[in-house]
């Protein structure tokens, strides 16, 4: 890492200087020294910490960003990010294909849109699409084995990759033991498999039944060895409808002691109006991590949901994207880039050898 090579030089200046005084190095500059080589330890993986997500450095981290449908717009990658960093952002949801109804992303295509991310200082957040509002456990149980054999991408790059095991899986509102069952089983199998990245889950019903974490979420998380999981709630016309139950939802799951994420939200959609600033108040005010949907790309029925008219992010949406953006409670004004970005970047050789991939 670069940031190894500066320390080094730096511990060499020391070296070279006491050298060139004739004086004996001092206690304070073997103190100096052991500084140095501190400052260039790795971050480690993210981690779940009560209700606070911590990063690789220890850092409480809030995500902010938006939804990009990946697995649709791969030639729209690069623009979509850079345009994701230029507003802003500080991490990204990425929809992926585990082959079930898309073409699988493959593992140089996820090797090369990880480095794309860290490359921008954005935190990635990786979710399988395929099994959206399916209630067959078998599409979760798919999602699992695309993990468990990307389990390498995963494992080295920890410390800016969150694992979402499925979009929205489950899309019924009864029989959440079925939903709560079939996680608990995942997440032990993702362990087992030597999966350490931060995991999160999905609420039952289509993202927005949020009773199903604030019902079994604490047995969910009990079942993870390394105590690493996180929930998310997606806010729509009805679990974001209006202010009373948004607040219930994040308070109720901040007294259960959950890390909790939204996952994705808007301003309105096909089952009714969303209360979005409320949603973007009071996650700013109890520092709760969110995810707009979505950048660019959505269906003609559903284009009100774009954040932005073009990919680079110089033409935002007047009622979505600029509110998103620019509102009081904004990306702009509440995201703070992740602290394993500060003095860590990859190198054009990592970022060279991924492209080529």
């Known amino acids: 890492m670069k940031r190894i090579l500066s320390a080094l030089l730096c511990v060499a200046m020391i070296f070279t200087i006491t050298s060139c005084s004739n004086a004996p190095a001092s206690s304070q500059t073997a103190s100096s020294v052991q500084s140095q080589v501190e400052e260039v330890k790795e971050p480690e993986g993210f981690k779940v910490d009560g209700t606070k997500l911590l990063d690789g450095y220890g850092n409480e981290f809030v995500m902010r960003g938006v939804n990009f449908a990946y697995t649709w717009f791969k030639d729209n990658s690069d623009d979509a990010l850079n345009g994701m960093q230029y507003v802003g952002c500080n991490a990204v949801r990425l929809v992926l294909s585990d082959g079930d109804q898309w073409d699988k992303t493959s593992k140089a295509e996820l090797r090369n849109l990880i480095q794309k991310c860290k490359k921008r200082n954005l935190i990635a957040v990786l979710e399988i699409h395929d099994g959206t509002g399916k209630n067959d456990v078998s599409y979760l149980e798919h999602a699992v084995d695309y993990w468990i054999d990307v389990k390498d991408i995963l494992e080295s790059n920890k410390a800016y990759v969150?694992?979402?095991?499925a979009n929205e899986w489950y899309g019924g509102y009864n029989d959440l033991e079925?939903?709560?069952?079939?996680?608990?089983?995942?997440?032990?199998?993702?362990?087992?498999?030597?999966?350490?990245?931060?995991?999160?889950?999905?609420?039952?019903?289509?993202?927005?039944?949020?009773?199903?974490?604030?019902?079994?979420?604490?047995?969910?998380?009990?079942?993870?060895?390394?105590?690493?999981?996180?929930?998310?709630?997606?806010?729509?016309?009805?679990?974001?409808?209006?202010?009373a139950l948004i607040k219930k939802?994040?308070?109720?799951?901040?007294?259960?002691?959950?890390?909790?994420?939204?996952?994705?939200?808007?301003?309105?959609?096909?089952?009714?109006?969303?209360?979005?600033?409320?949603?973007?108040k009071y996650t700013t005010e109890k520092n709760v991590g969110y995810f707009a949907w979505?950048?660019?790309?959505?269906?003609?029925?559903?284009?009100?949901?774009?954040?932005?008219?073009?990919?680079?992010?110089?033409d935002l949406t007047p009622e979505w994207g600029e509110l998103l953006v620019n509102g009081e409670y904004g990306i702009k004004a509440t995201s703070e880039i992740?602290?394993?970005?500060?003095?860590?970047?990859?190198?054009?050789?990592?970022?060279s050898q991924a492209e080529e991939e």
Do not use: P
């Open 162 to 165: 969150i694992v979402n095991i």
């Open 294 to 314: 979505s950048w660019k790309g959505n269906n003609e029925d559903v284009a009100y949901l774009d954040v932005s008219r073009d990919w680079a992010g110089t």
């Open 249 to 280: 939802t994040i308070d109720t799951a901040l007294q259960n002691n959950l890390c909790l994420l939204i996952g994705e939200f808007g301003y309105k959609h096909s089952d009714g109006d969303v209360d979005e600033e409320t949603i973007m």
């Open 178 to 243: 079925t939903w709560r069952d079939a996680y608990i089983d995942a997440i032990k199998k993702l362990r087992e498999a030597g999966i350490t990245n931060t995991l999160i889950v999905d609420s039952a019903g289509w993202g927005q039944c949020a009773d199903s974490i604030l019902t079994y979420g604490n047995e969910i998380f009990e079942a993870d060895t390394l105590a690493n999981t996180m929930f998310a709630v997606h806010m729509y016309g009805t679990a974001g409808k209006n202010e």
């Open 338 to 351: 992740c602290s394993v970005f500060e003095n860590d970047e990859a190198t054009d050789s990592e970022q």
